[in-house]
């Protein structure tokens, strides 16, 4: 994201998912393991656009993954693989 390196992890944990700051040395994205479908997708991307912008509020993030979630879907996009 942004000439930045996450490594992104699927772990058991409460939540859907976070990310590191991008200042962090050995930065990642955890992803809840589980998940699947539109909720995956959504959970991606709204990890993702933490990692690109920080300064984001958590209002704006939500519907920014939600909105480019549920386009994705429609269009067909699946995960092929686990």
């Known amino acids: 994201m942004l000439g930045k390196r996450w490594r992104i992890r699927f772990v058991s944990m409460k939540d859907y998912g976070e990310c590191d700051p991008p200042s962090k040395t050995g930065k990642e994205i955890r992803i809840r ?3 699947k479908g539109e909720i995956l997708l959504d959970t991606i991307l709204h990890e993702l656009a933490h990692a690109a912008d920080q ?3 958590e209002e704006w ?3 920014m993954a939600s ?3 549920r ?3 429609r269009l ?3 995960r092929t693989t686990e």
Do not use: H, I, T
Request: net charge neutral; charged share 35%.
């Open 33 to 35: 393991k589980g998940l």
């Open 55 to 57: 300064s984001k509020d």
């Open 61 to 63: 993030v939500n519907e």
């Open 67 to 69: 909105d480019m979630a």
């Open 71 to 73: 386009a994705l879907w």
């Open 76 to 78: 067909g996009y699946r």
